[in-house]
């Protein structure tokens, strides 16, 4: 007996451990299988002993603590969670607790997306404020961040007075994939999946950080939905898209259970083909009054249930640790495995970040090991399994020698990553060239690794600037390469050119700039030749530059191996000016004046807002002053401003404004 209370106590001390990692720092410790195994040991011993269940114990309890950085935001109706069902029988008795209270009954079954909570809250018709779910009662306020995801209207199509919705922020596969990338080459820790990075992202004090990684929204709830004369989750989803909400479009309608059964182990078979990462369905009671009926517990509601994926670990051998060199020289150690099917796909490789996760999980080479696919797209070591070690392992060690290019390998200060020290090595050579035309960078279609390893090796590249050089007989030999492949592909290399200068920036790979320092440095300066030019002071006053980048900025162009490279591009007529009239003149002669302290942007980003559709971005408000822009704290030149009459904008109103251009 005793036993059985040791155990609850240490279960309750490794679930709050796990949700602390989760939920505050993104960073869980643990696989979701783990866990919920954890959390389903802890509530069958609770169930056996109901006295000793706490109302702190995680089974009560929702989420992890508000982090002290963020504002708090009491929420309206607690954010719940959902009961967990594993398999046909769970659903059963869900469906047999619901029929108690009704014989007739409807489910709504969704996707589970694997991402977090956003409140949102509108008044007349503008979006106010966003939100995370924090305990249940008490959210985090992150409405600068949640401004920055496209699919998250600022503005709904029928204004009322007031609304509040729900729905699940996401990472889609394909941008984890590439973020985890990025975060690999410079040498940052990698989220444990799109979940995490979601909410790493969106709890983000900055939102110039939100705003670079590519973020989504479905919603799927509404309060006070009676008010609106809204009478079951179907009606809610439907209002919802004509509010402008992206409503994912994957819902089904069952009237018994078995068919809602039928349907989960067919999705199951069916998870991986959605462009993000699901963990399972969710099954709702259509019907609000029923809902009503059913009521909550204090965790979740009675009227809902979650049926959760099989977790996909299957076990594999590894066979060796290879390195990877990438584009800023960050030595890669991955496993090659014995080829195992996961997850929907062939794995014969994964990623083991670097050194220290391999030490850390005591990796060796000809270990049996546990693999998944970290959000469903990345191969990744879960465990090593060590009763199973025959003695025959080895150990792995870093190089001192590049595996590529033989120059020293070292580690620098406070980094995980070890790089190899030459410029001129070819395997960076070779994936920043791959950069170079990725898809945000130069975006040339049909210049796969693959073909850039040919070009290379058949010496008809050296840089991503010879490529500008190629002709039709240089390609027609390779290997692989049709006629029409390589018509194709010179048509994407010319088309190139005129890709513009911020593109051409983040395809530089100088570290620390991304594609939206592309856009800042672009939108800045305007033409490569001045951005060459600035020098440290200059871009340390741009806001959104930090020293780490501005540095990096400055030691790329002094360089002479870029000078020489920007010559190349700029004689084979790459384009390296900024578009800055592009836009429509809409503001063409009008002096605008902004003032007091904006949400939006950095007062510099506004500015160049006004700037670039022809208007003067103006200090002091005059009789001459078209309008207005203000935020918070407004002090004299508002006063000024509304003596003299003259309009008054709030930074939404302002937006909206950008907005209408056509
Ligand atoms: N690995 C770890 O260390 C660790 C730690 C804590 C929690 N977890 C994971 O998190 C789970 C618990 O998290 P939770 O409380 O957020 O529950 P949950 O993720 O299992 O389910 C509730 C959530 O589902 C989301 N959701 C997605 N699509 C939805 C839809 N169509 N309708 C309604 N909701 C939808 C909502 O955000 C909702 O809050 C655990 O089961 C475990 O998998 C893992
Ligand atoms: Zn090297």
């Not at 993000?276 to 609000?288: H, R």
């Not at 959760?308 to 299957?314: I, L």
């Not at 390469?481 to 194709?488: F, L, P, T, V, Y």
Request: proline letters at 4%; glycine letters at 8%.
């Amino acid at each position: 007996m005793q036993d059985d209370f040791e155990r609850i106590a240490a279960l309750r001390k490794e679930l709050e451990e796990a949700n602390k990692q989760y939920y505050e720092l993104d960073q869980p410790r643990i696989t979701d299988g783990e866990y919920d195994a954890l959390m389903r040991e802890l509530l069958a011993l609770e169930a056996k002993h109901p006295d000793s269940v706490a109302p702190d114990s995680p089974t009560q309890r929702v989420g992890g603590a508000v982090a002290k950085e963020y504002t708090k935001v009491r929420h309206l109706e607690p954010l719940l969670s959902l009961d967990n069902a594993f398999d046909a029988g769970d659903l059963r008795e869900f469906d047999r607790r619901v029929r108690q209270v009704f014989a007739e009954v409807e489910y709504v079954v969704e996707l589970k997306i694997d991402g977090l909570t956003v409140a949102l809250t509108y008044v007349d018709g503008l979006m106010v404020r966003g939100a995370t779910r924090g305990d249940g009662s008490v959210g985090e306020e992150i409405t600068a961040n949640v401004k920055t995801v496209g699919s998250i209207p600022l503005r709904l199509n029928k204004p009322v007075a007031k609304l509040s919705v729900r729905g699940e922020g996401y990472m889609p596969k394909a941008s984890f994939a590439r973020l985890n990338q990025e975060r690999e080459e410079e040498g940052l820790s990698t989220f444990a999946n799109p979940r995490n990075a979601a909410a790493g992202s969106l709890r983000q004090l900055n939102s110039r950080i939100t705003a670079e990684r590519k973020l989504d929204y479905f919603a799927y709830q509404l309060l006070s939905a009676n008010e609106l004369g809204l009478n079951n989750q179907i009606d809610v989803l439907n209002y919802l898209k004509e509010q402008g909400f992206v409503v994912n479009p994957e819902y089904k309608v069952f009237h018994d259970i078995e068919e809602v059964i039928k349907y989960c182990e067919e999705m199951a078979g069916e998870r991986h083909r959605f462009p993000y990462d699901i963990d399972g369905l969710v099954i709702k009671v259509n019907d609000f009054d029923l809902q009503q009926e059913l009521g909550f517990t204090a965790k979740s509601p009675r009227w809902a249930i979650s049926y959760k994926f099989p977790a996909e670990q299957v076990e594999t051998v590894v066979e060796d640790i290879i390195l990877r060199v990438g584009r800023t020289g960050v030595l890669t150690p991955t496993a090659v495995l014995q080829a195992v099917p996961v997850a929907g796909s062939t794995v014969s490789r994964a990623t083991l970040h670097n050194l220290d996760n391999i030490r850390e999980k005591d990796i060796r080479i000809g270990d049996h090991v546990l693999i998944h696919k970290a959000g469903d797209v990345i191969p990744e070591v879960i465990r090593v399994l060590p009763e199973k070690r025959s003695g025959e392992e080895r150990f792995f060690e870093m190089p001192e020698l590049c595996p590529e290019c033989q120059s020293p390998v070292l580690r620098e200060e406070g980094e995980a990553a070890y790089r190899c020290q030459s410029i001129s090595c070819p395997a960076q050579q070779r994936e920043g060239i791959i950069h170079f035309v990725s898809r945000d960078a130069m975006a040339i279609d049909g210049l796969g690794p693959a073909v850039i390893q040919q070009l290379l090796d058949a010496d008809l590249i050296k840089d991503a600037a010879d490529l500008y050089a190629l002709s039709f007989e240089d390609l027609v030999p390779l290997e692989r390469m049709g006629q029409k492949s390589a018509e194709n592909l010179l048509k994407a290399i010319a088309d190139s050119k005129e890709r513009g200068l911020a593109p051409l920036i983040f395809a530089l790979g100088i570290r620390h700039t991304g594609v939206k320092a592309g856009k800042i440095l672009a939108q800045t300066f305007g033409s490569m030749e001045k951005l060459q030019g600035a020098g440290l002071e200059e871009l340390l006053a741009i806001p959104d530059i930090g020293p780490g980048m501005a540095e990096s900025l400055v030691q790329f162009f002094g360089m002479e191996s870029t000078e020489r490279f920007l010559a190349k591009l700029q004689e084979a007529g790459v384009k390296m000016t900024a578009d800055i009239s592009a836009r429509p003149q809409i503001f063409a002669g009008k002096s605008i004046v902004v003032t007091g302290s904006l949400e939006r942007w950095e007062r510099r980003e506004i500015e160049t807002l006004i700037e670039e559709r022809g208007g003067k971005a103006a200090s002091s408000v005059s009789k001459k002053t078209a309008f207005v822009v203000a935020g918070e704290k407004a002090g004299s030149k508002l006063v000024k401003a509304q003596d003299l009459g003259i309009a008054v904008l709030t930074e939404e109103e302002f937006e909206l404004m950008l907005k209408d251009e056509s």
